[in-house]
């Protein structure tokens, strides 16, 4: 049977691109993904730096027929790679933008303003492709047979996150997104009867929490979600929207995830720490007897195919 979605990883890192020696195994690039359907239709998730050789590969190659660019949040890791996505200065190349409004400020003018004097010379009215740009929030998008799903993150400001259906494969991706953050772990991940009347309201409002977050990632073929923290570091970055990898790990076994991708790696981690991380993670999932695979995302090996 051949492949039904590949997933290839333009850019893995969080906050900002680094170009350091040790870190150049995992790549340095900021977040951009894209999905690529066996009917020919592609999909990118966010423009990090990552969206910039992808710009130029399809500048070589063709430009595919409407892509579709969905913007988790306009937080520079996720957007900065778009003044320079040449296909967007090109007539007769169409593309769509998807991503949320913040507060008042409509999603269009969010993209626009990145390019505005004194940030950018040139100005988003300069691209001269066919463009839309949609504001969506938690709703349902179906582009040319791929299902699109979005639900609010745990991030500052208005974060979506999305969820990929095609063919009975389903994707998921969270760059930004920090899990039950008012919670101890070990109370995060028990089993509750949410008929017991004794429990205590912060315990119904953690139910709550992952009912929504487990139910919009269930059984997931591949979740891509945040893992920039150690679990040591994560006690005084409380609040800052990013999880710790165990965190992670933890959560995607609860959600019967089958192949969890840590991504938007911290800039000061080395390929060795990386390495590290997806050894631990391992180790977590082996200890509490989950098969699911685990890998770290990455610019070199960037491929994954789903059959
Ligand atoms: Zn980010």
């Not at 990929?164 to 899990?179: A, M, Q, S, T, W």
């Not at 089993?191 to 017991?196: F, G, H, K, L, P």
Request: aromatic share 12%.
């Amino acid at each position: 049977m051949g492949q039904t979605l590949e997933i290839v990883f333009w850019g893995v890192r969080g906050s900002i691109p680094v170009s350091r020696s040790d870190a150049l195994g995992y790549g340095g690039s900021t977040s951009c993904v894209e999905v690529i359907g066996d009917n020919g239709q592609r999909i990118v998730f966010d423009g990090g730096s990552g969206i910039h050789p992808l710009g130029n590969q399809y500048m070589k190659e063709g430009f595919p027929q409407d892509l579709s660019i969905l913007i988790t949040h306009a937080h520079w890791d996720h957007i900065q790679g778009l003044p320079f996505f040449v296909p967007a200065f090109i007539p007769g190349n169409r593309m769509t933008f998807y991503g949320c409004n913040q507060g008042a400020t409509l999603f269009e003018d969010v993209l626009k303003s990145q390019m505005e004097t004194p940030y950018f010379p040139v100005k988003l009215s300069s691209w001269m492709a066919d463009i839309r740009i949609e504001s969506i929030g938690e709703s349902v998008v179906d582009l040319n047979g791929m299902k699109i799903e979005s639900s609010y993150a745990e991030h500052p400001g208005m974060t979506l996150g999305f969820r990929l259906d095609y063919k009975g494969k389903r994707i998921v991706y969270f760059p930004d997104n920090e899990l039950f953050a008012k919670f101890d772990m070990e109370k995060v991940f028990v089993e509750r009867d949410m008929n017991d009347e004794d429990l205590d309201m912060e315990t119904v409002f953690l139910e709550d929490q992952k009912r929504k977050f487990f139910s919009f990632i269930g059984g997931a073929d591949v979740l891509i979600h945040d893992a920039q923290y150690m679990p040591e570091e994560y006690g005084s970055k409380i609040g800052w929207g990013h999880s710790h990898f165990e965190m992670t790990v933890r959560a995607a076994i609860y959600g019967k995830v089958k192949h969890l991708v840590l991504f938007h790696h911290d800039p000061s981690r080395s390929d060795t720490d990386i390495e590290n991380i997806v050894k631990s993670s391992r180790r977590i999932a082996l200890e509490r007897g989950s098969s699911m695979e685990i890998t770290a995302a990455s610019q070199n090996d960037p491929r994954l195919v789903l059959a």
